[in-house]
């Protein structure tokens, strides 16, 4: 009955997941759909008026200069440069460092620098590595100071037909010179077309081509129709970016609720009385709380991951919106110079902080997965839950510390750091701190110990030395206890010699019960051994008792009474509550059966008359009776 009764949940459970992902697809599947009819919307507004996209009645660059049209992307691609004019990816090619751009294209004794004109990257230009006079980067200087102050006064003219650009070859170097509207803006030297694999000429007119296509688009991007076109890319944007956010929001809250049901269930309270659960119940609910705290870890990585994910589309979202604009582009690669630095620590420290996390579930998942295969017995099964729960705890703090370790290493390269030279001076000094930290060797060397010999673990409760506890935290340092009180004690592993561990497998009732000396002896004996054989056979509190008890008989007689002992065998950690529910049904049955437990006597021996009725409560000495002897008749001087 007990099977088939949790194959009914199990199904049931599996029906109701299943209803949740249905109407997770319908309620986010609606988001999905308004996200996609915003994208449309946008471009068909942008296919009406864009005066970058492609039709059958497109001129080329040169007839587009002449007569103010835009000229086709095919143009453009063919001039050897591409400039993408999608608004979304456009802005996120400055994003790649220059050295992985020029990793294919640039010589070793080459320096190239990049030409930008409204935040867009045009061409490069190059120097000798040698040549401190005349570097890249001040040559691409000069010549953005005249390209930008030669489109501006193509701007103010007001007029894109009057552009002229074409090149000359120079007599006296035999090296072209680009000329715009008559006035020189750069010379093409042997370097410049060597670095695309062409002649100079050939350079040059690519160079030519580039400059009449990046000039119209400075003109034409800064009229009102490009202008509201742009607003409209704009608040396409920001409606796609709240959708996106409401969305994550949803997700968030979602894994959250959840979360917050799968909390109590993965850290369940100790329970008494009528809560306690079977012993067939136990095994299959320590591995339920291994699934719920594996769930509920991936849920709260699932968590930040959204969280992180939100702040990203907010950042993206206004790092594009910026190069939509001729006017703000300028700021997209003075931010990505400013921030590139910062940027790859933080995806360092993100990509780590991730692999730690992740690490973390697959850890829980392969413990879960050892303690469903295991099979064996009910007390085994529990102490191996226990173990495992330990080995995880220390296991993942080993991995987070291997992370943390090469994710600090790779951010000390990225600052510049040699750090070949400091592994090697590492290992000095670690044989230094080695010899000055002993004890923190001796902590980790007995920890390991403790693991492999599974002297105790998470969740048992231990006595060292004079303190006593159960075992909160546990790693290869230290071991922490929770005391009676609800004080945290740590203690070093390294201090940890001998242990009593009150918890491992099972557990024991060891109760001591004192009998009047008037009592009949016998009767007491049955009823001792009747109330813990009923307790055995209780519906719930036989589950705790694993063996029947064991009455030991009349352990000690003295003057407080006879002392009755009895042991009984309990699951781990159930003996207090199996011992307070004994005292209790013991007294009522003493209570009924009118047997007295026993309680300290003394004897008082009087000699001769008292001054007053009241005893004065001394002792007399003088007499040889014992402690035990109960006066039944007076002395001769009492008679008197």
């Given amino acids: 009955m007990r099977v088939c009764a949790g194959r ?15 109407r997770w697809i319908q309620r986010y599947g609606r988001y999905a759909v308004i996200g996609l009819a915003i994208a449309l919307l946008c471009m068909g507004f942008n296919i009406s008026d864009s005066w970058a996209q492609e039709s059958p009645g497109d001129p080329p660059l040169e007839e587009a200069a002449e007569t103010g049209e835009p000229a086709p992307p095919e143009a453009a691609a063919e001039t050897g ?6 608004p979304i990816t456009a802005p996120l090619e400055q994003l790649a460092p220059p050295e992985v751009r020029a990793f294919w294209e640039t010589p070793a004794e080459t320096q190239i620098a990049p030409i930008l004109l409204d935040g867009r990257v045009l061409f490069h230009v190059t120097a000798a590595a040698g040549d401190s006079t005349l570097t890249a980067i001040r040559r691409a200087a000069d010549i953005e100071k005249r390209l930008v102050y030669l489109a501006q006064t193509i701007l103010d003219s007001g007029n894109i037909d009057g552009l002229n650009v074409d090149d000359t070859e120079d007599d006296s170097t035999n090296q072209p010179i680009i000329y715009i509207n008559d006035e020189a803006l750069m010379t093409v030297t042997y370097l410049d077309a060597s670095l695309h694999g062409a002649t100079m000429d050939v350079r040059a007119d690519q160079l030519v081509s580039d400059l009449e296509y990046a000039l119209t688009r ?29 969305a994550l929001t949803h997700f968030y809250r979602g894994f959250a609720t959840r979360r917050q049901h799968l909390i109590p269930q993965a850290h369940p309270q100790a329970s008494s009385g009528a809560k306690h659960v079977s ?26 991951t959204l969280q992180f994910t939100q702040v990203a589309l907010w950042v993206g979202s206004g790092f594009v919106i910026l190069g939509l604009f001729p006017y703000t582009r300028w700021l997209q690669p003075l931010i990505v110079s400013n921030v590139r630095l910062p940027l790859r620590l933080l995806l360092l420290s993100l990509v780590a902080y991730g692999l730690i996390r992740l690490a973390n579930i697959w850890i829980d998942r392969i413990l879960v997965a050892v303690q469903t295969n295991a099979t064996p017995t009910i007390e085994r099964s529990q102490r191996l839950a226990l173990r495992l729960s330990t080995f995880s705890h220390v296991i993942k703090s080993i991995v987070a510390a291997v992370i943390g370790v090469i994710a600090f290493l790779i951010i000390l390269s990225q600052l510049g750091v040699q750090v070949a030279p400091l592994l090697t001076g590492a290992g000095l000094v670690g044989v230094a701190i080695s010899l000055a930290s002993q004890n923190l060797i001796k902590d980790i060397i007995n920890g390991l110990l403790i693991l492999l010999e599974d002297q105790y673990g998470v969740g048992d409760v231990i006595i060292v030395r004079e303190v006593s506890g159960f075992v909160e935290t546990m790693n290869l340092r230290i ?16 201090q940890i010699d001998i242990v009593q561990n009150l918890s491992k497998e099972w557990s024991r009732v060891d109760l001591m019960i004192p009998v009047g000396l008037e009592a009949n002896i016998d009767q007491a004996l049955q009823l001792v051994e009747e109330i813990a054989t009923e307790m055995s056979q209780d519906g ?27 042991w009984i065998k309990t699951q781990p950690l159930k003996q207090w509550d199996v011992a307070r529910e004994y005292r209790r049904r013991l007294k009522i049955a003493f209570e009924a059966a009118q047997i007295p437990l026993g309680v300290p006597q003394q004897v008082l021996h009087v000699m001769g008359t008292p001054p007053d009725p009241v005893l004065t409560g001394t002792t007399s000495s003088a007499t040889n009776g014992t402690p035990t002897e109960v006066l039944e008749t007076p002395s001769a001087s009492a008679q008197s």
Avoid at 224 to 244: D, N, S
Avoid at 284 to 302: F, G, M, Y
Avoid at 479 to 494: C, E, K, V
Wanted: hydrophobic letters at 40%; a neutral charge.
């Fill in 81 to 86: 440069e591409n400039f993408s004019d999608n």
């Fill in 479 to 494: 071991t922490q206890l929770r005391d009676t009180g609800g004080q945290l004690i740590t203690i070093p592993n390294s």
């Fill in 218 to 246: 400075y003109y034409l991007e800064r009229q009102p129709e490009f202008l509201w076109q742009r607003v409209r890319w704009v608040a396409a944007i920001i409606l796609l970016t709240l959708l996106g956010s409401f």
């Fill in 279 to 304: 012993n067939q119940g136990m095994v299959p609910d320590i591995r339920k709380t291994l699934l719920n705290q594996q769930r509920a870890n991936s849920l709260r990585a699932l968590e930040q």
């Fill in 540 to 566: 719930i509190w036989g589950p705790l008792i694993l063996e029947p008890p064991l009455l030991l008989g009349v352990d000690n007689l003295d003057h407080a009474g006879a002392t009755i002992r009895i």
């Fill in 8 to 22: 009914n949940l199990e199904i049931v459970a599996n029906q109701s997941r299943m209803m949740e992902k249905q």
